[in-house]
Structure formats: C-alpha cells, structure tokens
C-alpha cells in the first residue's frame, strides 16, 4: 500500500519561501506521477503542480507559475515544492497526490489521482 507524508508546512511572512516535502513508501512510486495540491475550508481541492515519473516534464497552475517549482528525487522517493515570494492567498492545506497509471500525463483533476498525504498547512501572513 503506498502511502505518501507531506512535511515543511509552516507560517511565514508575504514574500518568504517554503519547501515542501513528501516522502513515498509502500511500492514502485517513482514511476508514476506526482503532483501538489491545495484546499482551503469551503472550496474544491485544487491542482498546484504536477511532475512526471523521470522529472523532465512539470506543470503549473497559472497562480503559481513563475514562483514555485517542483522536483523529485527518486533514489529517495521524495518530491518538493518550492515555493517563493508567497502570499497570504497561497494559504492552504497542501496534499502531495500520486497517479497510478503508466500514461505519462499530468492531470489536473484531484480524481485522476489514486493516493493523498494527509496534508501539510501552509499559512502565509501580510
């Protein structure tokens, strides 16, 4: 059973950076894509980021383009996100996703993943 454990999760100041940290156990994870999540009380779960299994393709929601990155290191089954010049609106519970399908893709859509964290919060003040 894979199972997936978010940490880095904090409150910080508008403009400060965080990294973001999921470690994978439980099978073959660094062959399927990864991807970052976010929700807020109230509102849909939302795409942030996704990464495919070897790394060479990302995606980002428009909201996060151009400040944060994702990566993965395989040899220790570890994706992350980073995130720069933060805002009080990136405020959330962050959930790392895995998709367990070999079609490399990077969905949007929360129900195209097969496995959750249970989620890291990120609180950024102004």
Not at 12 to 30: E, I, K, M, N
Request: glycine fraction near 10%.
């Amino acid at each position: 059973q894979v199972q997936l454990v978010e940490s880095g999760g904090g409150l910080v100041q508008a403009g400060d950076s965080l990294t973001l940290s999921c470690a994978a156990s439980g099978g073959p994870t660094s062959t399927y894509t990864m991807g970052w999540f976010r929700q807020t009380p109230g509102k849909e779960r939302e795409f942030v980021a996704g990464i495919i299994w070897n790394g060479e393709r990302t995606n980002y929601a428009d909201a996060v383009k151009g400040r944060f990155a994702i990566s993965r290191d395989n040899s220790n089954s570890i994706v992350y996100l980073q995130m720069n010049s933060l805002k009080p609106e990136d405020t959330a519970a962050y959930y790392c996703a895995l998709r367990r399908s070999l079609v490399v893709a990077i969905p949007f859509m929360p129900n195209e993943y097969d496995y959750w964290g249970q989620g890291t919060q990120v609180t950024v003040s102004s």
